[in-house]
């Protein structure tokens, strides 16, 4: 496929305006603009596109939703806090491409009917953050932000936030928390962000990866966008592949493209000398895949029927040095930091998962253990308000699952038994 | 920093806590610079809505101080019309702010999966033996600190390490440590090591 969302990030200073103007820059705005609001959520929906931040829901519904018989402003809350571990495309789109953003903010804004757009950047990213800066300024200067963008008579600002380092400052209802200027901790749903979002108003929060999407859609039509991957999961899609394999990088495809295909095509294959052992599909969120469940389309639908999810598009690719202990643990360390503490079975069920974890890593558990992180993960799952708590038991749930014999073998043999060359000497295992 | 700022925190008389207090630091205003900056940025959210800029403005008492003190909190709340509290509790939740003095460096290393996957643990490993500090601490003459942090979304480039919140280092060896920790040393950037920025640019 021809890429669209990143053919020119290789080229020299893409990022900027003149570049972008010269590539078909904020045409799609232009279309969109001459049409109606309802007009443009129903292209929006014709195209089917899907959020690409983590849950895949339709963008178009997502819009129509938004409350319009309201003396209430309404908003547009950009989800570039980008922080789900094995995910850095949106970072990609920022540093390369930040202007196809800021035209996805403004048509974004336009359907709905909000007059601003936030967007929440990760604290983390302030290199990004001041190439989007300067490049807004000159967005501003040339009249296609602010006040009546190109002659239209349309007025939209765009605001960069910057978060200050907190995972759940992603989830949607915990990022509009944190640009209110509170702790990033989710909010009860309903009402949703639609009804009451930002400031209590209706709003629409989107990742970045999703409103980069929308231009070519005004601009090649939906059904071009509907035709470019298997049915309901179409348009083109960044997928980010990292871990155990030659050549990690984000790599633009359809959802037709296979896993095998992205791990071993795109990305380079394994390591000299080493084959595949498990890999997360979608972020460190969602359940591992084994190495034959992996000719499997990767969109939404497929990786869903193959019981895991697409999530945020984060392939992470373990090979067979790998131990799912320490793999585990490592994550259950990740979730165990970042819970916000507002669940108490997400706040203490991840303290006791990583505690277990740990315990058994360093080969002084039991064989209960085992069957204990099972059940603490059950009584984490579908017991928070926000989707964290179900993410934070998955690494622990589907390792047991999948590599019950290796927690065994730590119990059995009091060490860990895989060989890893690349791991500290002075972790709590013994000597490998 | 007190609940209330009539009452002062005397551990035995009034609470039990071990609740770490905040460092009151130095005596706090922003610098002028510093305020106006502050007052732009609160004309980006609505006028009854300044709340929103509390993070804006815990990281300018951070640059001012070199970590947010419960001095700057106060008067980040007085300027936001905000308790002194409801400060602290935005500033305890957030990692990138330092609650303590740290180091003139504050090397954060990545050490999430896909890094860990690339040797993220040795390179952590190496720091802390070259350093002569254990992660969490800064060294006797305050020039570094060391951090663990978690996935920075560049697991591509693993491992990741940032410097004050700001400046990136990737694909570090465990090899590279002993340069990196000198460059710094020396206030000297090497651009083999640096710029997450997909370079294309010359
Ligand atoms: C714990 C947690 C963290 C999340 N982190 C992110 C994130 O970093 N970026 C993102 O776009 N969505 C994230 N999401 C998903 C958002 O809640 C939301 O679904 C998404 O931003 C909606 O945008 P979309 O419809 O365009 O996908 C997270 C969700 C949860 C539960
Ligand atoms: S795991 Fe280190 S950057 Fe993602």
């Known amino acids: 496929m021809e890429p669209v969302l990143t053919r020119y990030i290789r080229e020299p200073n893409s990022y900027t305006l003149a570049f972008f103007l010269k590539h078909e820059g904020y045409e799609g705005l232009r279309k969109a603009l001459a049409m109606a609001p309802t007009d443009v959520i129903e292209t929006v929906k014709t195209s089917g596109l899907r959020g690409r931040g983590g849950a895949g829901f339709p963008t178009g519904m997502k819009w129509q939703f938004v409350l319009t018989d309201t003396p209430l402003p309404k908003y547009i809350c950009c989800n570039a806090d980008e922080s789900e571990p094995g995910t850095f495309k949106d970072h990609l789109l920022m540093e390369r491409n930040p202007h196809l953003m800021f035209e996805g903010c403004l048509i974004g804004c336009w359907a709905i009917g909000a007059k601003v757009a936030y967007i929440y950047i990760r604290g983390e990213f302030f290199h990004v953050q001041e190439i989007l800066e300067a490049e807004l300024a000159k967005a501003y200067a040339q009249g296609y932000v602010g006040k009546n963008i190109l002659g239209t008579g349309f007025d939209c600002d765009i605001v960069i936030h910057r978060g200050a380092g907190a995972y759940e400052a992603g989830e949607e209802t915990a990022l509009i928390e944190s640009l209110e200027g509170k702790r990033a901790q989710p909010r009860i749903k309903p009402p949703f962000p639609a009804v009451a979002g930002l400031y209590n108003c209706p709003s629409a929060v989107n990742n970045v990866e999703t409103l ?221 | 920093m007190s609940f209330h700022p009539l009452m002062a925190y005397d551990r035995a008389r009034f609470q039990k806590s071990e609740r770490k207090i905040a460092d009151e630091g130095p005596p706090f205003v922003f610098t002028p610079e510093r305020r106006a900056k502050l007052d732009d940025i609160l004309t980006k959210y609505p006028p009854d809505k300044k709340r929103s800029a509390v993070l804006a403005a815990l990281y300018l008492v951070q640059e001012q101080v070199g970590y947010v003190t419960a001095g700057g909190m106060r008067h980040v709340a007085g300027i936001l019309d905000l308790a002194p509290a409801e400060v602290e509790d935005v500033a305890t939740y957030y990692v990138m702010f330092f609650k303590e003095p740290v180091g003139k460096h504050v090397v954060q290393v990545c050490r999430t999966l896909s890094c860990a996957l690339m040797g993220a643990e040795r390179v952590t490993e190496t720091l802390s033996e070259k350093l002569g500090i254990k992660v969490g601490e800064t060294d006797a003459s305050g020039t570094f600190t060391l951090l663990e942090f978690e996935c920075l979304g560049a697991c591509d480039r693993a491992p990741v390490i940032m410097v004050n919140n700001a400046q990136w280092y990737e694909c570090v060896r465990p090899e590279d440590v002993g340069r990196l920790v000198d460059d710094l040393t020396a206030s000297k950037r090497d651009p083999a090591f640096s710029g997450c920025h997909l370079k294309v640019e010359a």
């Not at chain 1, 231009?215 to 179409?234: D, V, Y």
């Not at chain 1, 315990?359 to 204990?372: F, N, Q, V, Y």
Request: hydrophobic share 40%; proline share 6%; aromatic share 8%.
């Open chain 1, 212 to 432: 980069c999407n929308l231009p070519s859609i005004f601009i090649n039509g939906p059904q071009w966008f509907a035709g470019l991957g298997p049915e309901k999961n179409g348009g083109p899609k960044l997928f980010c592949v990292s871990g155990h394999v030659k050549k990690p990088g984000v790599f633009e495809a359809t959802m037709h493209t296979t896993l095998r295909e992205l791990i071993f095509e795109h990305a380079g294959g394994m390591r000299d000398g080493r084959h595949i052992k498990a890999v997360i599909p979608g972020g460190s969120s969602v359940p591992m895949l084994l190495p034959h469940e992996l000719d499997i389309p990767a969109s939404f639908d497929a990786v869903a029927k193959a019981g895991s999810m697409l999530g945020s598009a984060g392939i992470i690719v373990m090979d067979d040095t790998t131990c799912m202990v320490w793999a585990a643990r490592n994550l259950l360390h990740f979730y165990k930091h970042e819970s916000c503490g507002k669940c108490t079975p997400c706040r203490e069920g991840c303290d006791w998962l990583y505690k277990v974890l740990t315990r058994i890593e360093a080969g002084e558990g039991e064989l209960r253990d085992i069957d204990l992180l099972v059940s603490v993960g059950n009584n984490i799952v579908g017991k928070t308000l926000c989707a964290f708590g179900d993410a934070a038991a998955t690494p622990a749930l589907t390792t047991v699952k999948h590599f019950r014999p290796e927690f065994e073998a730590h119990v059995s043999e009091g060490r860990c038994t895989v060989p890893a060359d690349w791991r500290a000497t002075g972790m709590p295992v013994a000597a490998h």
